[in-house]
């Protein structure tokens, strides 16, 4: 059975503080590892895939990376704007098209 | 005008009535996922459709029904609805020929009383 576990749970940061959020997993036969943002009363915006350890991709302020156990989404000067909560999903080659979500890191950008 | 869209986007029901929740995309996939989010457990997959004649359960699929009426709507229906499935509802597309890359609608907020 394939698992996501998020952390931290919450995490406040001041404007332009830089930081990580981790996202480790167990998959059997990983296919693809997914980042989206979630603003509040909206539903996932996605960000990133990555399909094989090292890979990495960025996005203005975001990068993500990945290794065998885990994937990490560092934040470089974040805004305020940038405050939501940051979702990671697997997709594991016994899983048939199914995304197994972790349960999010909030991210909170102080001006 | 947005890909996904789902209706209602709020609703407030009694324990015991019947509704439908419904989702359209207009980004030409076959794929189409019902979630619910629930705080501090994630998105729960609850039924799945790779093409009109194809229904599949997810996790949670106990008492909710699914109709997927064409390419581009998939319903969800809960039969007898109960408090504890009080939640954020979405739907979510994705396209067979590329990567498991799943969009999402705007989401229901459903009550049950």
């Known amino acids: 059975e394939d698992q996501v576990t998020q952390s931290p749970e919450a995490l406040r940061l001041q404007e332009g503080e830089s930081s990580s959020l981790n996202c480790s997993y167990t998959?059997?036969?990983?296919?693809?590892l997914f980042w989206y943002r979630q603003d509040p009363g909206k539903g996932p915006e996605f960000l990133f895939t990555?399909?094989?350890a090292g890979e990495e991709k960025e996005k203005e302020r975001l990068k993500a990376t990945l290794t065998k156990k885990e994937s990490f989404l560092h934040i470089t000067a974040p805004k305020p704007e940038d405050s939501a909560t940051y979702l990671c999903?697997?997709?594991?080659?016994?899983?048939?098209?199914?995304?197994?979500f972790g349960s999010g890191t909030q991210l909170t950008v102080l001006p | 005008d947005a890909d996904v869209t789902q209706t209602p986007r709020n609703r407030i029901t009694k324990t015991g009535k019947r509704i439908m929740l419904e989702c359209s995309q207009t980004?030409?996939?076959?794929?189409m996922y019902w979630y619910r989010q629930d705080p501090g457990l994630g998105l729960r997959l609850i039924y799945y459709?790779?093409?009109?004649?194809?229904?599949n359960k997810g996790e949670i699929s106990d008492g909710y029904s699914v109709s997927r009426q064409a390419q581009a709507k998939f319903s969800l229906s809960l039969e007898s609805a109960i408090p504890n499935q009080t939640a954020l509802y979405f739907c979510?597309?994705?396209?067979?020929?590329?990567?498991?890359?799943?969009?999402f609608g705007p989401g229901t907020r459903l009550l049950v009383l």
């Open positions: 979510a597309t994705s396209d067979q020929r590329g990567s498991e890359t799943q969009y």
């Open positions: 998959v059997s036969g990983l296919r693809g």
């Open positions: 990555l399909y094989s």
């Open positions: 999903a697997v997709h594991g080659s016994g899983s048939a098209r199914q995304l197994t």
């Open positions: 980004k030409g996939h076959d794929r």
């Open positions: 459709s790779f093409d009109v004649k194809d229904i």
